[in-house]
Antibody, heavy 118, light 106 residues
Framework: QVQLVQSGAEVKKPGASVKVSCKAS????????IHWVRQAPGQGLEWMGR????????NYAQNFQGRVTMTGDTSINTAYLELNRLRSDDTAVYYC???????????WGQGTLVTVSS | DIQMTQSPSTLSASVGDRVTITCRAS??????LAWYQQKPGKAPKLLIY???SLEGGVPSRFSGSGSGTEFTLTISSLQPDDFATYYC????????FGGGTKVEIK
């Protein structure tokens, strides 16, 4: 069965970086995009960007350009989200999700809470 | 960037009510629209894709319609399990979510 399993919760200080992982199983990792979506406490869903694990090509939302890096390791079927220069308003649950071209997100990770606090 | 505007942001309804949520895109997205349901502490769950196609296992009381820039999600007879937050998402170009609609018990 398809699973996306994310790394555990993180607590970071302002200005630091965080790296969240998303391990895929049950399907061909290189056949689907991996997207990252975040949700601040009590707020809506915000798309951050995506990676094509097959090519390594990425597309980032304008709000995160210059501060985010998405990578993938096809040898262990794992995608990564790195967010730099953290601020308190980056406190959120970060989700990974998969899709294919012209299809919506059909599987999601369980979410990773990142707390940014001094 | 394509902006998605959902309304209302909150909706109070009773079990058995017919509920309609609207989503508007800032430019045409053809039928590349999905609807998700999210419950507290959980990842969103896909309900509808390509504007009107029901995802497998989703009850038939959920339906979607629209194309271009105007879309609706309808729940024909609200059930206790349906009290949740609903999001639209465009996947015509990259991805954007609407702001969400929380369906509350009246």
């Amino acid at each position: 069965q398809v699973q996306l399993v994310q790394s555990g919760a993180e607590v970071k200080k302002p200005g630091a970086s965080v790296k969240v992982s998303c391990k895929a199983s049950g399907y061909t990792f290189t056949g689907y995009y991996i997207h990252w979506v975040r949700q601040a406490p009590g707020q809506g869903l915000e798309w951050m960007g995506r990676i094509n694990p097959n090519s390594g090509d990425t597309n980032y939302a304008q709000n995160f350009q210059g501060r985010v890096t998405m990578t993938g390791d096809t040898s262990i079927n794992t995608a990564y989200l790195e967010l730099n220069r953290l601020r308190s308003d980056d406190t959120a649950v970060y989700y990974c999700a998969r899709d294919r071209t012209w299809f919506p997100f059909d599987y999601w990770g369980q979410g990773t809470l990142v707390t940014v606090s001094s | 960037d394509i902006q998605m505007t959902q309304s209302p942001s909150t909706l109070s309804a009773s079990v058995g009510d017919r509920v309609t949520i609207t989503c508007r895109a800032s430019q045409s997205i053809s039928s590349w629209l999905a609807w998700y349901q999210q419950k507290p502490g959980k990842a969103p769950k896909l309900l509808i894709y390509k504007a009107s196609s029901l995802e497998g296992g989703v009850p038939s009381r959920f339906s979607g319609s629209g194309s271009g820039t105007e879309f609706t999600l309808t729940i024909s007879s609200l059930q206790p399990d349906d009290f949740a937050t609903y999001y639209c998402q465009q996947y015509n170009r990259y991805r954007t979510f609407g702001g969400g609609t929380k369906v509350e018990i009246k």
